[in-house]
Structures are given as C-alpha cells and as structure tokens.
C-alpha cells in the first residue's frame, strides 16, 4: 500500500503564500506522474497541476498558470505546491495524487492514490 501525506495547509491573506508537500511512502512503486487536485464547498474537485515524474514535464490549469509552481524532489519521493498571489477563489481543500500509469495528467481517473486532503483558506 502507498500512503501520500500532505502538509502546508493553512489560512492567509489574500496575496500570500503557501506551499504544499506531498510525502509518498509505503511499498516501493514506481509512479509515473504525481498532481494536485482541489475541491471547493459545493463544487466538484478539479485538476490544480500536475508533474511527470521521470521527465519533470509540468502542467497547470489555467487560472494557476503562473501563480502556482510544482516540482518534486525525487529522492524523497515528494512532490511540492509552492502557492503565491493566492485569492479567496483558491479556497478549497488540496489533494495529492499518485498514479502508476497516467496517461491524463489533468484527469483524476487516472491516479490510483490519494492524499487526505489539506484545507487551504485565503481571506479578502
């Protein structure tokens, strides 16, 4: 079993920061992408960003293009959300994902693991 622990959540003003991190571990496998995924109260969770682990290839949803950064460090199998200029409308509980083959990186059907989930607050 793969355990993905997720840390950094919080509440900020609006315009700060926050970064995420995301920790795999467990029994040793080999993923192919790693993402972020985000739901809001009454809404259904969307594709954040996401990162091909071997290439390092990343990709963001339109309206984080450029305020949110992923990467990942390899050795210890984490993958990281670094959050800037954050708006009330990036309020929403975070989710780290894993999948052995994904194909999609921005469909949630293509990971096979999943964090608890980190609330993420911005106040106006």
């Known amino acids: 079993q793969v355990q993905l622990v997720e840390s950094g959540g919080g509440l900020v003003q609006a315009g700060g920061s926050l970064r995420l991190s995301c920790a795999a571990s467990?029994?040793?496998?080999?993923?192919?992408?790693m993402g972020w995924f985000r739901q809001a109260p009454g809404k259904e969770r969307e594709f954040v960003a996401g990162?091909?682990?071997?290439?390092?290839?990343?990709y963001y949803a339109d309206d984080v293009k450029g305020r949110f950064t992923i990467s990942r460090d390899r050795a210890k199998n984490t993958v990281y959300l670094q959050m800037n200029s954050l708006e009330p409308e990036d309020t929403a509980v975070y989710y780290c994902?894993?999948?052995?083959?994904?194909?999609?990186?921005?469909?949630?059907?293509?990971?096979?693991?999943w964090g608890q989930g980190t609330q993420v607050t911005v106040s106006s």
């Open positions: 994902a894993a999948g052995t083959y994904v194909g999609n990186v921005y469909r949630s059907q293509d990971y096979n693991y």
């Open positions: 467990g029994r040793t496998f080999s993923q192919s992408a």
């Open positions: 990162i091909r682990w071997s290439g390092g290839y990343t």
